[in-house]
């Protein structure tokens, strides 16, 4: 059961993520900067930055400054998610003011929809400027190396909670604060800086253009709330390469806090290695031709790169060419193409266990990347017992490429996702070849192989299967009963009772997972329900698990 759990969140990220696409919109971003001292920070640059995160390029930067009160606002482009996420980051603003830490934050985004309620984010308070200072040396030798230029490459790693891509040229991202060049004793110095992914904020239900924001940003402030939430210390990637008699030596670090308090902290030191070339061919998997115009991306070990290492896109001939590759420890290719499903191959070390004794030291050709064109299929999902669709909403995500994953680093896992509709018909569009498809819902599980060939694929039905819980459905008159009431359990009248934490939803429907009052699968439970009154909305009741009744049906008067 905890295997399914486990499997069910890791396909319900997978599912928001894919089914979070966007739409590009234009709207108004501002925030309000404050100094150390409550006042506002009049007259400093700001820049604005949009990111496409489905594309992680970005989409527009803006440079402003603010006004006498510290508010800094420009209409820009963003990317708009058309299914709402918990922490949807449409992109940062950069403060740079004199004499303080370079402070990477969050936009407000002005809201005119009077019927949707809005966040508004809090002040972001500056920092008092500080300074990091690293060092770059020979892997090999340990000895400095003079010349050697030296860049952030992002904050954080988190694509859900926002992370912030700094210093990636071919995204279309540079950030000359955050790059420096280490002198003749290998040493180099950047700015400090402060962070900010969840900005403090409160909800707040109606119209809130750019003068609302700012009176109650001034109400906020006027109550002594403060963003407590951004901090002097700064997850980092970096990374730097070099010119050495001739030879372009590369490198970096996975991950450096900036602005550490420890009393210790670890040394900011950069390991370079001579880089190699690495080459390979990316084909059509059915018919073996060479395909162009495909983008490869590398990723390496995550002790010297953030996300990837660089992309190439392939020629006539199918080819891409990567001339400078540091000396990483593990090395793959993902190659991503319109109307087919993305591909990797593990470039180094070549055997599929373990890892290599040492980085990659030579020019390196990969095996050829096969990527499957891209079909659509169309099923239905059925309930095993009754024959007919289930009835609560099904999620479909069918997993091609199971990828790569040694617990330091995880390549290649690819999927597509949707969800059935009332009747459980549904359409997937997949790669041609083998997938595995994976059916979650409240009540049922299940979870076969897609053998898609090209050409038409048959419209089939597939059978969902019941779980082994306890699977009930509230009737009321009153629907508002249901809302927001406490849920207890208890095996037998005199056994304790326990909270479940689990909610009702819209539909009535509510789950229980077997385990859930221990190692015993559950076959018998009594079921209260409680408002926030401590009232009975439904007096203790027994349930007994019927798999031919799916679900129990409650009728609360």
Same mark, same amino acid.
């Given at each position: 059961?905890?295997?399914?759990?486990?499997?069910?969140?890791?396909?319900?990220?997978?599912?928001?993520?894919?089914?979070?696409?966007?739409?590009?919109?234009?709207?108004?971003?501002?925030?309000?900067?404050?100094?150390?001292?409550?006042?506002?920070?009049?007259?400093?640059?700001?820049?604005?930055?949009?990111?496409?995160?489905?594309?992680?390029?970005?989409?527009?930067?803006?440079?402003?400054?603010?006004?006498?009160?510290?508010?800094?606002?420009?209409?820009?482009?963003?990317?708009?998610?058309?299914?709402?996420?918990?922490?949807?980051?449409?992109?940062?603003?950069?403060?740079?003011?004199?004499?303080?830490?370079?402070?990477?934050?969050?936009?407000?985004?002005?809201?005119?929809?009077?019927?949707?309620?809005?966040?508004?984010?809090?002040? %972001?308070? =500056?920092? +008092? @400027?500080?300074?990091?200072? #690293?060092? *770059? &040396?020979? $892997?090999?030798?340990?000895? /400095?190396?003079? !010349?050697?230029?030296?860049?952030?490459?992002?904050?954080?790693?988190?694509?859900?909670?926002?992370?912030?891509?700094?210093?990636?040229?071919?995204?279309?991202?540079?950030?000359?604060?955050?790059?420096?060049?280490?002198?003749?004793?290998?040493?180099?110095?950047?700015?400090?800086?402060?962070?900010?992914?969840?900005?403090?904020?409160?909800?707040?239900?109606?119209?809130?253009?750019?003068?609302?924001?700012?009176?109650?940003?001034?109400?906020?402030?006027?109550?002594?709330?403060?963003?407590?939430?951004?901090?002097?210390?700064?997850?980092?990637?970096?990374?730097?390469?070099?010119?050495?008699?001739?030879?372009?030596?590369?490198?970096?670090?996975?991950?450096?806090?900036?602005?550490?308090?420890?009393?210790?902290?670890?040394?900011?030191? %950069?390991? =370079?290695? +001579? @880089?190699?070339?690495?080459? #390979?061919? *990316? &084909?059509? $998997?059915?018919?073996?031709? /060479?395909?162009? !115009?495909?983008?490869?991306?590398?990723?390496?070990?995550?002790?010297?790169?953030?996300?990837?290492?660089?992309?190439?896109?392939?020629?006539?001939?199918?080819?891409?060419?990567?001339?400078?590759?540091?000396?990483?420890?593990?090395?793959?290719?993902?190659?991503?193409?319109?109307?087919?499903?993305?591909?990797?191959?593990?470039?180094?070390?070549?055997?599929?266990?373990?890892?290599?004794?040492?980085?990659?030291?030579?020019?390196?050709?990969?095996?050829?990347?096969?990527?499957?064109?891209?079909?659509?299929?169309?099923?239905?999902?059925?309930?095993?017992?009754?024959?007919?669709?289930?009835?609560?909403?099904?999620?479909?995500?069918?997993?091609?490429?199971?990828?790569?994953?040694?617990?330091?680093?995880?390549?290649?896992?690819?999927?597509?996702?949707?969800?059935? @509709?009332?009747?459980?018909?549904?359409?997937?569009?997949?790669?041609?070849?083998?997938?595995?498809?994976?059916?979650?819902?409240?009540?049922?599980?299940?979870?076969?192989?897609?053998?898609?060939?090209?050409?038409?694929?048959?419209?089939?039905?597939?059978?969902?299967?019941?779980?082994?819980?306890?699977?009930?459905?509230?009737?009321?008159?009153?629907?508002?009963?249901?809302?927001?009431?406490?849920?207890?359990?208890?095996?037998?009248?005199?056994?304790?009772?326990?909270?479940?934490?689990?909610?009702?939803?819209?539909?009535?429907?509510?789950?229980?997972?077997?385990?859930?009052?221990?190692?015993?699968?559950?076959?018998?439970?009594?079921?209260?329900?409680?408002?926030?009154?401590?009232?009975?909305?439904?007096?203790?009741?027994?349930?007994?698990?019927?798999?031919?009744?799916?679900?129990?049906?409650?009728?609360?008067?």
């Amino acid at each position: 059961m905890k295997h399914w759990y486990t499997l069910f969140l890791l396909l319900a990220g997978l599912f928001v993520m894919q089914a979070a696409r966007a739409e590009e919109a234009t709207a108004v971003m501002t925030r309000k900067i404050l100094l150390p001292d409550g006042k506002p920070a009049a007259g400093v640059k700001v820049i604005f930055r949009t990111i496409s995160r489905s594309q992680e390029r970005l989409l527009q930067e803006a440079e402003v400054t603010t006004d006498a009160d510290g508010v800094a606002a420009k209409e820009m482009t963003y990317e708009k998610l058309t299914v709402p996420m918990p922490t949807p980051q449409y992109g940062y603003l950069i403060v740079d003011a004199p004499g303080y830490a370079l402070a990477f934050g969050q936009f407000q985004i002005a809201q005119t929809d009077e019927s949707q309620p809005a966040t508004v984010y809090f002040p %972001l308070t =500056l920092t +008092p @400027a500080y300074e990091e200072m #690293g060092t *770059v &040396v020979d $892997a090999a030798s340990n000895a /400095p190396i003079a !010349g050697a230029t030296v860049s952030v490459m992002a904050f954080g790693s988190n694509p859900l909670n926002g992370r912030m891509l700094i210093n990636v040229p071919n995204a279309g991202m540079q950030t000359p604060a955050m790059t420096a060049v280490s002198g003749i004793d290998g040493t180099f110095h950047l700015r400090g800086v402060t962070t900010e992914f969840a900005p403090k904020s409160f909800r707040f239900n109606g119209k809130v253009d750019e003068a609302k924001i700012g009176r109650l940003n001034e109400m906020a402030q006027r109550r002594g709330f403060r963003d407590n939430r951004t901090t002097a210390k700064a997850s980092a990637s970096l990374t730097a390469s070099a010119k050495v008699g001739g030879k372009v030596y590369s490198g970096g670090l996975a991950s450096y806090t900036f602005g550490s308090t420890l009393p210790n902290p670890p040394k900011l030191v %950069l390991a =370079l290695s +001579p @880089a190699v070339a690495v080459s #390979g061919h *990316v &084909v059509h $998997a059915l018919t073996r031709k /060479p395909l162009s !115009g495909v983008t490869v991306t590398l990723y390496g070990d995550p002790s010297t790169a953030v996300k990837s290492l660089s992309t190439a896109t392939t020629d006539a001939t199918g080819t891409y060419t990567f001339p400078t590759v540091p000396g990483v420890r593990q090395l793959f290719a993902v190659a991503t193409c319109p109307d087919f499903g993305d591909g990797y191959i593990r470039i180094y070390p070549h055997t599929e266990m373990g890892s290599a004794e040492k980085p990659l030291s030579e020019d390196a050709t990969a095996a050829d990347i096969a990527l499957r064109p891209m079909t659509t299929i169309s099923g239905k999902i059925v309930d095993e017992v009754t024959g007919k669709s289930p009835v609560t909403e099904m999620h479909i995500s069918a997993i091609y490429s199971e990828g790569y994953d040694d617990g330091s680093i995880a390549v290649g896992r690819r999927g597509a996702n949707t969800t059935a @509709a009332l009747d459980g018909t549904f359409t997937l569009r997949i790669p041609v070849g083998i997938s595995t498809a994976y059916v979650t819902g409240t009540g049922y599980r299940t979870h076969f192989a897609l053998d898609v060939t090209p050409g038409n694929f048959p419209c089939r039905e597939y059978k969902v299967q019941h779980e082994q819980g306890i699977f009930i459905k509230f009737n009321t008159a009153d629907p508002q009963k249901l809302q927001r009431v406490g849920i207890q359990v208890r095996k037998a009248p005199d056994a304790p009772p326990v909270n479940t934490g689990g909610n009702i939803d819209k539909q009535g429907y509510w789950y229980m997972y077997p385990n859930f009052l221990g190692n015993d699968p559950i076959t018998e439970v009594e079921i209260r329900l409680i408002n926030s009154n401590n009232e009975e909305v439904l007096p203790w009741t027994k349930i007994t698990r019927d798999p031919k009744v799916w679900p129990l049906v409650i009728t609360i008067p």
